[in-house]
């Protein structure tokens, strides 16, 4: 893993979404268990949503919801929709992202959520201007972990930078994979013994506990 004193400035960063810059866990939870009840299921107990999160839609709903997934989806879509003003920013994420932008550097999300959602949810932070693009579930050939969707959001927006110039920012296994495929610098923002966990399995450039953290190596390689 590099020293953080030998990282260079960015020219690009991608960020995930959930559970990066914003706290969507509970929210999630709640979505999923809403779209449970309506369609005769019974919710998820206290803690059991924690294995399913950040995994890619395609792989969840059939878990999930089984033969029932395609009505999931429109069921949990509207929920997500109709309540995104209930999702709120993790500490530190808009500080780390107000000054990126202040640097000039482009900024993009790719997430495995339905980037109608993402873009609805930035939208009620007052973030839309400060990302070129949002891709999420669907939008490329394959979600994360592949690096289908880092590609797709580097294509469309018309960022021009060497993949050893570009970071991307994570907090799972799919964060981490997606950018190792692409063979750009891996970000693993997560706290805990999980991260010690993650670091030593998947290796990232670096792993911070939080945004705070971040924000403050950015600091220093600005400077």
């Not at 033969?67 to 949990?76: H, Q, Y």
């Not at 939008?139 to 991307?168: R, T, V, Y």
């Amino acid at each position: 893993m590099p020293n953080r004193q030998e990282l260079t400035k960015p020219k690009a960063i991608f960020f995930d979404w959930d559970g990066t810059l914003v706290d969507s866990y509970s929210f999630l939870n709640e979505a999923h268990n809403h779209t449970m009840k309506e369609l005769g299921f019974e919710p998820m107990k206290e803690g059991e949503y924690k294995k399913y999160f950040g995994k890619p839609r395609e792989t969840l709903y059939p878990i999930l919801y089984g033969d029932k997934s395609e009505d999931a989806k429109i069921v949990f879509g509207e929920f997500v929709l109709n309540n995104s003003h209930k999702i709120k920013a993790l500490e530190g994420a808009e500080e780390l992202i107000t000054e990126i932008a202040k640097r000039k550097i482009p900024m993009g999300v790719v997430s495995n959520k339905k980037s109608e959602f993402l873009k609805k949810e930035a939208e009620h932070l007052g973030w839309l201007e400060y990302f070129e693009i949002f891709i999420g579930a669907g939008d490329a050939h394959e979600d994360k972990p592949s690096d289908a969707p880092l590609k797709l959001a580097i294509e469309e927006s018309g960022i021009k930078a060497e993949k050893q110039d570009i970071w991307f920012i994570g907090d799972t296994e799919n964060d981490m994979l997606c950018a190792k495929t692409f063979g750009c610098h891996s970000v693993l923002v997560i706290e805990g013994a999980e991260q010690h966990h993650l670091a030593k399995a998947l290796n990232p450039t670096i792993a911070v506990e939080n945004c705070g953290t971040l924000q403050k190596i950015l600091f220093q390689i600005f400077s």
